[in-house]
């Protein structure tokens, strides 16, 4: 919706240049990453998973990579488009799926 | 196709009215239900889930209430609506790893 992310951190970047989004997660015991693209006034939608036995996904565009030694989770996105504009929030699952967590988010400004 | 329904889009409601949202789920049965709340600048909340028809799990003790009443389809309730429900409320199902949300529904009690 238009007022969710309102206090977000804002990552602002050039049409064409990558992206990076980072995401700091809790649980050591995590065993599932998931990427959401949310747009104004919908729902989140996935965009790419990992699992905590690997430490690179890549997908149409993005890759995510994960960190386990610092629980650190990032979103690269190549060649940004207007269209990636978006608030992206990570979510860590554990306990055989039944226990999401979701970050707060990142809003990305894709600029002309 | 698995789809999922959720409505309305947008709804202003004056403090101390009920509320009601919806949410029906398409092409799956039996899945897990999930409502969640979105308030400005933070991330998501989880109110409720469902694992089966008549089994509601509440996460957060609050205003709100969820049902159940058929197996692709969760409900939203409150008796009296205060300020503090504002926000953006998400319908979400899963039959395994990750989600797949609804469209939300953008919640103003004044």
């Known amino acids: 919706g238009e007022s969710v992310g309102l206090h977000l951190p804002t990552l602002s970047v050039q049409e064409g240049d990558n992206s990076i989004i980072n995401c700091a ?3 050591s015991a995590s065993d599932y990453f ?4 949310q747009e104004s006034g919908k729902g989140p939608q ?9 430490d690179k996904r890549q997908g149409q565009r993005v890759t995510v990579l994960l960190n386990k030694t610092v629980k650190h989770l990032s979103l690269q996105i190549a060649a940004t488009q207007p269209g990636d504009s978006a608030v992206y929030f990570c979510a860590e699952i554990f306990f055989y799926g039944q226990n999401f ?3 707060p988010g990142t809003r990305l400004s894709v600029l002309p | 196709s698995q789809t999922i329904h959720q409505w309305p ?8 009215s009920p509320l009601s949202l919806e949410c029906t789920v398409e092409g799956t049965s039996n899945p897990n239900l999930y409502w969640y709340r979105q308030a400005a600048g933070r991330g998501l909340q989880l109110l409720f889930y469902s694992v089966g028809i008549g089994q509601i799990s509440s996460e957060v003790p609050q205003n709100l209430s969820a049902s159940r009443p058929q197996d692709r389809q969760f409900i939203l309730s409150s008796k ?3 300020l503090s429900d504002s926000g953006f409320y998400l319908c979400a199902w899963t039959e395994g790893d990750g989600y797949t949300f609804g469209s939300g529904t953008r919640l103003t009690v004044v």
């Not at chain 1, 998931?34 to 693209?37: A, E, G, L, Q, V």
């Not at chain 1, 996935?46 to 690997?54: E, G």
């Not at chain 2, 889009?9 to 101390?16: D, E, N, R, S």
């Open chain 1, 25 to 27: 997660y809790s649980n």
């Open chain 1, 34 to 37: 998931i990427w959401y693209k």
């Open chain 1, 46 to 54: 996935f965009i790419i998973d990992i699992r905590s036995n690997m």
């Open chain 2, 80 to 82: 009296k609506l205060l």
């Open chain 1, 101 to 103: 967590v979701f970050g």
């Open chain 2, 9 to 16: 889009a947008t709804l202003v409601q004056p403090v101390g």
